[in-house]
């Protein structure tokens, strides 16, 4: 139907399937979903306004919509291994808005906010600012932010930032605690974008008990490996819980909120009025789908694919003498740290990208250069693993990433202009590009919708 309404829009949709079909995602925070929770997205629940929670609505009309967050809660419940008297909110239209919720709902303008340094992995929506042109000290394990306010919690909150250690590019909890100790924060928060290591949640919620703050962990790259049991679990240690449902959770594209319910009768308040206006429902019909399918038993199998293929891949580049942030991954990202390679990041990724491999460059620990050409490149396995990849393709990624990196590092003293002419135009690339496609013609971009499980009783055991 679309195809005949409006052609243009029909043709950008299936330009960019094409793409996402002949390329490979490796892109850390991206994943694609079932037919299932697509349909549940394009559904009639898009048109309904909805403010308010549970029985508790400001519009009339709302008792499917009631069914439906109801049912969220009901599976979330079970997917989380949620304590009785803690609940969920679901309506947080991304996972930037469900951090900004719990900051308004527990801090005051001018309060104290600790969270990880943006180049070591941390989130924008952890309090980043800096100063322009300033060169930070990579022994200084504190960053207190600059003038350049660029995320909101930075003009509103004290933003306080700890390092990862120079010496492990592992986080140093003692270091964290004594950063606590000195700033004392309201909110300590843990997660990020980029650390490719798991989190000691009981060790930063007894920091945050010390001194008196919140713990928020934010799990929005880890939500899928959690359920899993393959990553720690925060729920039940944290006084908050963040998380998208888009990247290793693979169910639509929404954020959650977990906490104690007393804490989140705030939290509810801090998303409307506080943040929003009406819930996206249509989405939360999403999440709710692949909630379900979460609760299925091949998910668990999916998401330790995830992991098992993130440590091969990374065995596989550190073979080919790519040197890795903290040395390998504990979970479904890494960092190649790109110092002693010929490319930058931003090179790097360019090239990759006319190769049919889409990465994202990324500043790394101890960074020296600009996070628009930064060192480092960030890489991850849940799109490929949903397309059904295993080990031995892992093998074959890496070794395109060595003979990109090989052919590529002839054009480093190129200009700009000519580097990327070069990628685009080179036969060799062009060669790579075509074997990337063959092998994601064997792995289509398509995923059965799973179907859900309600007897099943999960459990947070660690694979491991
Ligand atoms: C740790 C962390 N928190 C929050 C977010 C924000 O999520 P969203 O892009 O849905 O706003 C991200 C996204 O990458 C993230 O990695």
């Known amino acids: 139907m679309l195809k005949e309404t409006d052609p243009e829009v029909y043709n950008l949709i299936r330009a960019e399937e094409t793409r996402q079909q002949r390329q490979l995602s490796l892109i850390p925070s991206e994943n694609f979903f079932s037919p299932a929770v697509r349909e549940a997205v394009g559904s009639v629940f898009a ?16 008792q499917y919509i009631d069914e439906l967050e109801e049912l969220v809660f009901k599976r979330a419940r079970r997917a989380f291994n949620l304590p009785d008297d803690w609940a969920v909110n679901v309506q947080a239209l991304s996972g930037s808005n469900a951090n900004l919720a719990v900051y308004l709902a527990l801090m005051e303008p001018g309060d104290v906010m600790m969270g990880m340094y943006l180049p070591d992995g ?75 290591r798991l989190i000691d949640h009981e060790r930063m919620k007894e920091i945050a008990d010390r001194v008196g703050a919140y713990y928020l962990a934010d799990i929005a790259h880890e939500a899928g490996l959690v359920i899993a049991g393959v990553a720690p679990s925060p729920v039940g240690i944290a006084d908050v819980v963040t998380l998208t449902t888009h990247k290793t959770m693979r ?9 104690a319910r007393d804490m989140m009768s705030k939290i509810n308040r801090g998303v409307l009025p506080g ?28 998401q330790r694919q995830i992991v098992i293929n993130a440590k091969f891949l990374a065995g596989q580049l550190m073979d080919r003498g790519f040197k890795l942030v903290s040395g390998g991954t504990d979970k479904h990202l890494m960092l190649i740290d790109l110092t002693d390679q010929l490319l930058s990041g931003k090179q790097f990724a360019k090239a990759l990208d006319k190769a049919g491999i889409v990465t994202n460059f990324n500043t790394m620990p101890q960074e020296t250069r600009s996070p628009a050409d930064p060192s480092a490149l960030r890489i991850g396995t849940p ?17 395109w990433m060595r003979e990109v990196m090989a052919i590529a590092g002839g054009w480093v003293d190129k200009s700009e202009a000519d580097y990327l002419r070069l990628a685009a135009s080179s036969g060799e690339i062009g060669r790579i590009a075509r074997e990337v496609e063959a092998l994601g013609s064997e792995y289509p971009l398509a995923i059965k919708s799973a179907r859900y499980a309600p007897s099943r009783i999960q459990g947070n055991s660690s694979l491991y």
């Open 47 to 62: 048109h309904k306004y909805s403010e308010g929670n549970v029985g508790q609505r400001y519009y009339e009309g709302n």
């Open 275 to 302: 943040l929003q206006g009406g819930p996206h429902n249509h989405n939360i019909a999403g999440i709710c789908v692949g909630l379900g399918e979460a609760l299925a038993p091949e998910y668990r199998e999916y």
């Open 383 to 399: 799109w490929v693993t949903t397309r059904g990849m295993k080990e031995e393709s892992m093998i074959r990624i890496a070794e």
């Open 251 to 259: 169910a639509g594209r929404g954020s959650m909120i977990l906490a």
């Open 122 to 196: 941390g989130h924008l929506s952890h309090g980043w600012s800096y100063e322009p042109k300033a060169q930070v000290d990579p022994n200084e394990l504190v960053y207190l932010g600059g003038s350049r306010k660029v995320h909101i919690t930075s003009r509103l909150f004290k933003t306080v930032q700890y390092k990862t250690s120079p010496k492990t590019q592992l986080l140093d909890y003692d270091e964290v605690a004594g950063i606590a100790e000195k700033y004392q924060p309201k909110l300590l928060i843990t997660g990020g974008t980029a650390y490719p």
